[in-house]
């Protein structure tokens, strides 16, 4: 039996991939933000479904949810930082406290809670850690730049953590979802509250009015992204990024191939740059 520790469960991917868990007969530990959802959610398995009141950003709460998290299941095998949402609106538009308040769910939330857990998972000197970044993390969309900054912040410090917690067996994954049928584009999803009409009709605005109109309608089904994970969680190789969905795939091959395209075009430049010899 596995033990997990999962932000965000009242909905979307941390809900499906909780369901998941404990339909293998695991215990989970699921974070919400009312204790209305926290009833819900321990309904599911009664005594394998405990629920903790979390608001990630609260850095302060972090240390004891996790703490507590350790008494109810006795040990933690897996977390899962799924917790955050989507801020839309260009650069411009999005306000500083907007922008910190993103970063602060998307990015220092999650490794908070990673901080808080690690001394248990390095004493055991096991686990795994999945850090649901986006696609977003790897392009930066209009109308998602500070969103993109996050999930690129957490690809970066995850992609570090890897490589620090390797010694110790305990295994990181990076999840890349593309676009699923949860709450993101829905209720979860935030829009800047300024917006600049010299804006109507680029790609910045064009991006904010679509997102009212892709919930609903996303390609992914967020139950198999749950099997997804845990078929990364069974692996005895796992990646370090998972992308999840056809579309992310596509997106994702086409901005690596852009990339290194662009880096042979610029190459000789790139490397006129050293020292010349004898200097």
């Not at 570090?160 to 584009?185: H, K, M, N, S």
């Given at each position: 039996?596995?033990?997990?520790?999962?932000?965000?469960v009242?909905s979307?991917?941390?809900l499906e991939?909780?369901?998941?868990?404990?339909?293998?007969?695991?215990?989970?530990?699921?974070?919400v933000?009312?204790?209305?959802?926290?009833?819900?959610?321990?309904?599911?398995a009664?005594?394998?479904?405990h629920?903790?009141?979390l608001?990630?950003?609260?850095?302060?709460?972090v240390?004891?949810?996790?703490?507590?998290?350790?008494?109810?299941?006795?040990?933690?095998?897996?977390?899962v930082?799924?917790?955050?949402?989507?801020?839309?609106?260009?650069?411009?538009?999005?306000?500083?406290?907007?922008?910190?308040?993103?970063?602060?769910?998307?990015?220092?939330?999650?490794?908070?809670?990673?901080?808080a857990?690690?001394?248990?998972?390095?004493?055991?000197r096991?686990?795994?850690?999945?850090?649901?970044?986006?696609?977003?993390?790897?392009?930066?969309?209009?109308a998602?730049?500070?969103?993109?900054?996050?999930?690129?912040?957490?690809?970066?410090?995850t992609?570090?953590?890897?490589?620090?917690?390797?010694?110790?067996d305990?295994?990181?994954t990076?999840?890349?979802?593309?676009?699923?049928?949860?709450?993101f584009?829905?209720?979860?999803q935030?829009?800047?509250?300024?917006?600049?009409?010299?804006?109507?009709?680029?790609?910045?605005?064009?991006?904010?009015?679509?997102?009212?109109?892709?919930?609903?309608?996303?390609?992914g089904?967020?139950?198999?992204?749950?099997?997804?994970?845990?078929?990364?969680?069974?692996?005895?190789?796992?990646p370090?990024?998972?992308?999840?969905?056809?579309?992310?795939?596509?997106?994702?091959?086409?901005?690596?191939?852009s990339?290194?395209?662009?880096?042979?075009?610029?190459?000789?430049?790139?490397?006129?740059?050293?020292?010349?010899?004898?200097?």
């Amino acid at each position: 039996m596995t033990n997990w520790l999962i932000t965000g469960v009242s909905s979307g991917f941390g809900l499906e991939l909780a369901r998941a868990a404990l339909a293998r007969g695991d215990t989970v530990v699921g974070t919400v933000r009312q204790a209305a959802q926290a009833d819900r959610f321990e309904q599911l398995a009664p005594g394998r479904a405990h629920a903790l009141l979390l608001d990630v950003t609260r850095i302060d709460q972090v240390e004891p949810a996790v703490q507590k998290a350790l008494k109810l299941a006795r040990t933690i095998d897996v977390l899962v930082n799924n917790a955050g949402y989507g801020l839309f609106g260009a650069i411009e538009e999005v306000s500083d406290a907007e922008g910190r308040q993103v970063m602060d769910t998307n990015l220092f939330g999650p490794l908070a809670v990673v901080r808080a857990l690690l001394p248990h998972l390095r004493e055991r000197r096991a686990g795994h850690i999945f850090n649901v970044a986006s696609v977003a993390g790897v392009i930066g969309f209009p109308a998602c730049g500070l969103y993109a900054a996050s999930k690129f912040a957490l690809e970066g410090a995850t992609e570090a953590l890897a490589t620090e917690l390797a010694p110790f067996d305990i295994r990181v994954t990076i999840v890349e979802p593309g676009g699923f049928r949860t709450q993101f584009a829905g209720g979860s999803q935030r829009q800047a509250a300024l917006r600049i009409e010299a804006y109507a009709g680029t790609p910045a605005h064009k991006a904010r009015d679509h997102i009212a109109h892709y919930h609903g309608h996303e390609p992914g089904d967020p139950a198999k992204a749950a099997a997804a994970i845990i078929r990364v969680l069974e692996a005895p190789q796992p990646p370090l990024r998972l992308v999840l969905g056809a579309d992310a795939v596509g997106m994702l091959r086409g901005a690596y191939e852009s990339r290194v395209k662009q880096l042979a075009e610029w190459e000789s430049v790139s490397v006129a740059t050293a020292i010349d010899a004898g200097q």
